[in-house]
Nanobody, 127 residues
Framework: QLQLKESGGGLVQAGGSLRLSCLAS????????MGWFRQAPGKEREFVAA????????YYADAVLGRFSISRDNTKNTVWLQMNSLKPEDTGVYYC????????????????????WGQGTQVTVSS
């Protein structure tokens, strides 16, 4: 079983930066592709970024391409989301998710294809 816990959210002005962390418990972390999603009030959870199990591949939503960067360290059971040039429309609860162990599909873009989720961390970008 894999448990995920996000941290690093907060309130930031437009143009600022935040770095989100997702710490996983469980020895099988390295076998999971990982993704970051976000959910604004009244909206569905949307894909932000994904990294393959090895960290060798990354994929981004068009809305964040060039501003956000996903990375992972399997020795630390951690995946990060570096967010730069933040905009008010980036506001929402950010969730990290783990897809399926030893999955052969990348990127995994749909929330229902993720098997484990953290509790989320709030990001608020003021204008």
């Amino acid at each position: 079983q894999l448990q995920l816990k996000e941290s690093g959210g907060g309130l930031v002005q437009a143009g600022g930066s935040l770095r989100l962390s997702c710490l996983a418990s469980g020895r099988t972390f390295s076998s999971y592709g990982m993704g970051w999603f976000r959910q604004a009030p009244g909206k569905e959870r949307e894909f932000v970024a994904a990294t393959s199990w090895s960290g060798g591949n990354q994929y981004y939503a068009d809305a964040v391409l060039g501003r956000f960067s996903i990375s992972r360290d399997n020795t630390k059971n951690t995946v990060w989301l570096q967010m730069n040039s933040l905009k008010p429309e980036d506001t929402g609860v950010y969730y990290c998710g783990a897809d399926t162990p030893n999955g052969r599909v990348f990127p995994v873009l749909r929330p229902d294809e993720y098997s484990h989720w953290g509790q989320g961390t709030q990001v608020t970008v003021s204008s």
